[in-house]
């Protein structure tokens, strides 16, 4: 198999109990099918500093993301293509690091929200809302400096898709740097697979390889209820098999994160048995 799956349960990037149960719950649900493939790394609580209440767990994250970063860069240099499953969306700092050591890498973040925050501009102090900024070299130094020093991705390869809440200041932020974003309101206007090409031809008119963040929470949560923000209306499951059928298809795959999957939210398991089914789909 060319693929090696990491499960990282960590809930401090969210600050939303539930999200550490979530590896549990999915290694269950795939050792009955026999296919125990996920390797749970185990989450470490670090020493805090309270008084940063702007940016809360910060160095339980950075210590989080820096075990996953080994394990993903490991799993690169050895040729296989990592998935890395959270846990919140905070741990792709720690998986887009690992491989962009290696390699330049464009990535599209298929996500309900931006997580284009940094300490100055968030309004809840939650890391996971900071990610995608970190990685290009904006925010709090200990997130910038995650695995090794400075940015670990270009704003020009990088794409948003499916966004449809943007907090005011994360937007002008976006907008200052240029970041590219495909809303779910040009989807909506003009077709959700004319708007993954045009997503996957910015990147590769750049770039030939493609990290795929994707955060459960750009599904309408009508369909998959089981993350911690979910935000009104979102693709539908069908469009979410695409992106990743797609992708698995392409070629253009660097490595892959499945993130912000939270039992607590759950209903009837529908959020546990479709994460199961896109984990599936690798094997
Ligand atoms: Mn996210």
Redesign the pocket.
Known sequence: MKYKFFGLPMHYGADSIGLNFGIDELKKELKKKNHDIIEKIDVVNAEEDFDEKYIKYINSITANCISLAKKVNEAVVNNYIPVSIGGD?SISMGSISGVAKEMDIGVIWV?A?G?MNTHETTVTGNI?GMPLAALQGYGHEKLVNIFYKGPKIKTQNVVIFGARNFDYREKLFIEQLGVKVFYHKDILNNGFTRELEKAVNYLTSKINKIHLSF?L?VINPDLLPGVSNPVEDGITLEQADYIFDFFIKSNLLSSVDI??YNPAFDKNHVTRDFTVRLIEKFM
Do not use: T
């Open positions: 969306h996500d929200h997580d996971h955060d929470d993130v912000e």
